[in-house]
């Protein structure tokens, strides 16, 4: 994993540019045995050609064997042990669309879902229905008040919005109300520690009267809360590593996790691929590094789309031109995890990673990107927190350790 002292103490200026992109869930398998994964699938010219010119590996999000959410593994590209800095998903969600989360106060992401007659989940994302039609829902869920707590509610994207509660003594240790699956209702709020217990009380009277306002939803008819957080008061990224660092994402909770350690989050209008390689080129000297991140490979692979998946990959590139022009000295392309679309959710699967820097790599033998060159890449498979490291010394931005 990255080194912060270390990385404090041997970063240097230089007028190199850093770009880490992000295509979220990249990681797939074969729907047939033998077969092409999405990424093998795609027909992606301009990313083998980088291949051919840089080095591949893979890396492992949080530890082999292990599943990450997204936000854990986000943080571990950015250098951090996901497992020292523990951060839910409700404090990334809430500060993605500008509500503050302050020391004590508990933060949860909100999903709509739809139930049936006898309340037992059938989807977990309401049809994913769109902003348009959830945020009059989440209008009528910030009325709801609890006594001796504010609640504050936000819509976050299409079917997720974020909660954020404030009192005295609130304790973020509960459990998900998300039982991770079909054909079974949600779960209460429950404390995974005594001091909990009153917290999850509140919880669960602010869920008890949200229902009531939904039920009479087609689809989102019911909802479940997940990612109990408050502020982790994380290592800040800029000063960590001496850059100017800059978050270009669409969906909320990518943006919430790089405000949250120090990135300055850049506002622009779209979600395609284009749309974020043109609000990096608005910037482009103005930043030493660019986090981007590319969210509809993930939701395809959700979905059971491979199909989709793939095109996703054949959108972002076709126009990768247009962020080549930019000339960075170093441009990573990887995914925080994996997400195959035959498992239809994270995997603990590693995940393809490519290093293009023209002037300092050492090329492999590979001259694809795909699951299987990247397995026998140069680069090998190590830890996604040992990326930074690597990304600022093939942008010649640390000195020499020792004598």
Known sequence: MA???????????????????????????????????????????NLDRLAAEGALGQ?????????PGSGPAHLALFGYDPLEHEVGRGVLEAIGIG????????????????????????DRRAGRIPTEEAAPLVGRLASIRIPDVDVEVG???????????????????LADTDPQQTDVPPLPVRPMKDSAQDTAERFNAWIAL?????????????????????DPALPQFPEIYGLRSACVAAYPMYRGVAELVGM?????????????????????????????????????????????KVAVIEGVDAVLPRLLELHPSVLAVTGDHSTPARMRTHTWHPVPFLLWAPKTIRPDRETSFGERACAHGGLGTFPASDAMPL?????????????
Request: with cysteine; glycine share 10%.
């Open 3 to 45: 080194d912060f002292r270390l990385m404090r103490e041997l970063h240097k200026p230089m007028a190199s540019k850093i770009v880490l992109l992000i295509m979220d869930g990249l990681g797939g398998l074969p729907l047939d045995a033998g077969g092409a994964t999405e990424l093998e699938s795609a027909r992606t010219p």
């Open 59 to 67: 890396i492992v999000p949080v530890r082999p064997g292990i599943a």
């Open 99 to 122: 509500m503050a989360v302050r020391k004590g106060d508990v933060a949860a992401r909100g999903n709509f879902c739809t139930v049936d007659q006898q309340g037992k989940i059938s």
């Open 155 to 173: 819509h976050v994207k299409d079917y997720r919005f974020a909660v954020v509660m404030r009192g005295e003594g609130l304790d973020p240790a």
């Open 210 to 230: 949200a229902q009531t306002m939904v039920r009479d939803h087609p689809r989102a008819n019911a909802l479940t809360l997940r990612g109990f957080s408050s």
């Open 264 to 308: 300055e989050v850049l506002s622009f209008t779209g979600d395609a691929a284009a749309d974020e390689f043109a609000a990096t080129a608005q910037s482009w000297e103005s930043f030493d590094f660019f986090f981007l991140h590319i969210k509809h490979t993930d939701s395809k692979g959700e979905d059971g789309d491979f199909d989709g």
């Open 391 to 403: 990304l600022m010394a093939h942008a010649e931005r640390l000195t020499k350790f020792g004598a």
